[in-house]
Nanobody, 119 residues
Framework: QVQLVESGGGLVQAGGSLRLSCVAS????????VGWFRQGPGKQRELVAS???????KYEDSVKGRFTISRDNAKNTVYLQMNSLKPEDTAVYYC?????????????WGQGTQVTVSS
């Protein structure tokens, strides 16, 4: 059973940057596509970026050009580099395996990491 732990969130001013990490334990997820999701206050959880096992990426329109997803299979880790952050990026960020890039999640969720962007 794959367990996922997200980290790297925090409080940052608008225009700032953060790098989130998602570490898998219990099993490798190097053969899976992985996505970063976020859930803002009063909103549904949404997929913002995903990466295939081979490194192909896909982004939600609102983060294109600002966020970069990457992975290090040797470390069983997926990253989300977030630049030019905006207050509307404030959310709890989660990672999970996805059926394919841009696809539905499967497996257990981690606890997430809070990102707060102040104006």
């Amino acid at each position: 059973q794959v367990q996922l732990v997200e980290s790297g969130g925090g409080l940052v001013q608008a225009g700032g940057s953060l790098r989130l990490s998602c570490v898998a334990s219990g099993s490798t997820f190097s053969f899976n596509a992985v996505g970063w999701f976020r859930q803002g206050p009063g909103k549904q959880r949404e997929l913002v970026a995903s990466i295939s096992s081979g490194g192909t990426t896909k982004y939600e329109d609102s983060v294109k050009g600002r966020f970069t997803i990457s992975r290090d299979n040797a470390k069983n880790t997926v990253y989300l580099q977030m630049n030019s952050l905006k207050p509307e990026d404030t959310a709890v960020y989660y990672c999970n395996r996805v059926q394919r890039i841009g696809g539905a999640p499967f497996g257990s969720w981690g606890q997430g990491t809070q990102v707060t962007v102040s104006s």
